[in-house]
């Protein structure tokens, strides 16, 4: 099977992307309004993108009538947002964010979120949140009069307790359950995970790899 992309209307490219290319982490983005309030909004057209530098990317859509959505427009104005990661305990309030509220109006309250000063930008984070990464935007570009996207640095990381070794600096998986996106209202949960080892060139080359795959 195979489907011009060109002949596709948009609504059937999204139906198809979004139904395939998953499970997508989601990013529940904080960002400042103009009269100081935090808006929340969730992502799940994002990713992070590079370590040196650390940039993250984030689609932003606009409006039906193609002005700009709350998040794009306060990226735009104030060039900092934060990524506040989505678990399971905050996946409720998550979608209680993506809620058509009116311009300006914080989805915090509603959500029952609580809010903290970042240490690098003037944009808060998500306090419920496992992870916060404070944002300085790089760039936005824009494609189309309905879709911006916008690259942005971390400059700052935020880990609830107990989640992440200080020494170490690896995650304690026991306390961290993020969720993915699928499509429309499916959603993912992470606790099914197996590991997979790389085999050596040699191995490889020769077909020996049945103990990729570890425990499941």
Same mark, same amino acid.
């Given at each position: 099977m195979f489907l011009d992309f060109g002949q596709l209307a948009a609504k059937d490219r999204y139906k198809l992307l979004t139904a395939t290319v998953v499970p997508r982490p989601i990013a529940l983005v904080s960002t400042r309004n103009e009269d100081g309030s935090t808006n929340a909004a969730?992502?799940?057209?994002?990713? %992070?993108?590079?370590?040196?530098?650390?940039? %993250?990317?984030?689609?932003?859509?606009?409006?039906?009538?193609?002005?700009?959505?709350?998040?794009?427009?306060?990226?735009?104005?104030?060039?900092?947002?934060?990524?506040?990661?989505?678990?399971?305990?905050?996946?409720?309030?998550? %979608?209680?964010?993506?809620?058509?509220?009116?311009?300006d109006e914080s989805e915090i309250p509603a959500a029952n979120l609580t809010l903290a000063k970042s240490r690098n930008i003037d944009v808060d984070y998500i306090v419920d949140a496992p992870v916060s990464l404070e944002c300085r935007r790089v760039t936005v570009l824009q494609f189309a009069k309905t879709r911006d996207l916008a690259v942005?640095?971390?400059?700052?990381?935020?880990?609830?307790?107990?989640?992440?070794?200080?020494?170490?600096?690896?995650?304690?998986?026991?306390?961290?359950?993020?969720?993915?996106?699928?499509?429309?209202?499916?959603?993912?949960?992470?606790?099914?995970?197996?590991?997979?080892?790389?085999?050596a060139y040699e191995d490889a080359a020769n077909g020996e790899y049945s103990e990729i795959i570890g425990d499941r």
């Amino acid at each position: 099977m195979f489907l011009d992309f060109g002949q596709l209307a948009a609504k059937d490219r999204y139906k198809l992307l979004t139904a395939t290319v998953v499970p997508r982490p989601i990013a529940l983005v904080s960002t400042r309004n103009e009269d100081g309030s935090t808006n929340a909004a969730p992502f799940s057209f994002f990713n %992070v993108f590079s370590e040196d530098p650390p940039l %993250v990317v984030l689609g932003l859509q606009s409006k039906p009538d193609s002005s700009p959505k709350d998040t794009t427009r306060n990226i735009r104005l104030t060039g900092e947002f934060v990524v506040n990661l989505v678990d399971e305990e905050i996946a409720e309030k998550m %979608v209680i964010c993506a809620a058509d509220f009116p311009k300006d109006e914080s989805e915090i309250p509603a959500a029952n979120l609580t809010l903290a000063k970042s240490r690098n930008i003037d944009v808060d984070y998500i306090v419920d949140a496992p992870v916060s990464l404070e944002c300085r935007r790089v760039t936005v570009l824009q494609f189309a009069k309905t879709r911006d996207l916008a690259v942005g640095e971390i400059v700052g990381f935020h880990a609830r307790e107990g989640l992440i070794d200080p020494d170490t600096l690896r995650i304690n998986w026991d306390k961290y359950n993020p969720i993915g996106r699928l499509y429309a209202d499916q959603y993912i949960h992470t606790h099914d995970r197996f590991s997979m080892s790389i085999p050596a060139y040699e191995d490889a080359a020769n077909g020996e790899y049945s103990e990729i795959i570890g425990d499941r």
